[in-house]
């Protein structure tokens, strides 16, 4: 029989069954199975996970390329999280039982160093946590946790964007339409490039000056950063030739492992070529605070927790535009 247990008032039903999409073995899909759910240790909350985002992320830990990240298995994947708090240890201070919040993606955090969001609960550090504005729908919290601090640290951290720079956008996926509302909202006039032809009057609606399959049509611009979403190395090397002299390419994306670049045109043109990686709580914050400003959204299609296995398929397999997010109850 389950054993009870009192976490600050509250009383939690040790043993308590719950069912989570797990990462079992290289090659094989997610797996779907029944999981004891969490109980927070002193320094930890429990958050009652409302949406749950899936990332490209995921599907690399599915085939391999990514796995070494994970120290278990099988493991809960799914890092872009948001929900309500339902149980904190003896030691936090910042969060109670029913705030709003989400949980930034991070390497030490669940659905990589610990059981992740699919699942009905997740348990978490509480440094990890940040409060979500109650005017954001949890979908759009999900998806700012993940592309939309990834895509803000490039752009305003990385790529240093002030009111008035021309930024170029290679790739309109799931991060680049957020990178590319961040730069606008930062007051920036934003030339997107983007193979797929289908989503481009999606970028001349964000408000892009200039839309095009190849950045290097904007290579008359003067552009002061471009920012690769994409990272398919052709797609760096077309960065490099197209941004002004002295200007700044920011890498994000990891289409490839390995690229080849304009060696001379980086050097003879004193060109900045710097990575950025996800990004810090702060930067989460920003984001919702501009999603509650009504000045950055994601492109959401919301799926079911039932169809989360699904929805990994069709990212895989390049079905998805924007961001896939699950919404639980």
């Known amino acids: 029989m389950p054993v009870p247990a009192l976490i600050r008032g ?28 969490p109980t927070p240790a002193a320094n930890e909350v429990v958050v009652d996970v409302k949406a749950a985002g899936l990332c490209h992320s995921d599907v690399g830990f599915l085939d391999g390329t990514l796995t070494p990240l994970l120290p278990f298995r099988p493991i809960t994947l799914g890092h872009e999280i948001a929900g309500i708090v339902s149980a904190v240890g003896s030691d936090v201070a910042d969060f109670k039982v029913g ?38 729908p949890f979908d759009q919290a999900a998806a700012a946790t993940d592309a939309g ?6 752009v305003m951290v990385q790529g240093r964007v002030t009111a008035g720079s021309k930024v170029g956008i290679i790739g309109l996926g799931g991060l680049g339409m957020m990178g590319a509302q961040a730069a606008l909202a930062a007051g920036a006039d934003v030339y997107v490039a983007e193979i797929n032809e289908k989503v481009h009057q999606v970028a001349r609606d964000l408000g892009a000056t200039g ?11 003067g552009l002061d950063v471009v920012i ?27 289409g490839v492992a390995r690229g080849e670049i304009n ?4 050097t003879l043109n004193e060109v900045e070529l710097v990575g950025s990686q996800a990004g810090t709580k702060e930067d989460c ?15 959401v299609t919301t799926i079911s927790f039932d169809e989360i296995g699904e929805g990994i398929g069709k990212l895989e397999r390049g079905e998805v535009i924007g961001r896939l997010v699950a919404v639980l109850g």
């Open 10 to 37: 509250i009383v939690i039903v040790k043993g308590f069954i719950m069912q989570a999409w797990q990462f079992v073995e290289v090659g094989s899909p997610l797996t779907l199975n029944e999981v004891e759910a």
């Open 99 to 136: 705030d709003k919040v989400a949980i930034p993606a991070a390497i030490e955090g669940p659905g990589t160093e610990k059981n992740g969001g699919f699942a009905t609960q997740v348990v978490v550090l509480e440094r990890l946590v940040v409060p979500v504005p109650e005017s954001v």
């Open 149 to 154: 601090m990834t895509s803000y640290h490039a």
């Open 285 to 299: 914050i920003a984001v919702l605070d501009l999603v509650a400003a009504g000045k950055l959204s994601s492109r």
């Open 228 to 254: 690769d979403f994409a990272g398919f190395g052709t797609t760096t090397d077309a960065a490099v030739e197209t941004v002004r002299r002295g200007g700044r390419v920011v890498q994000v994306g990891l």
């Open 263 to 266: 060696l001379q045109q980086l």
């Open 211 to 221: 839309v095009s399959t190849d950045i290097r049509d904007f290579s008359d611009q």
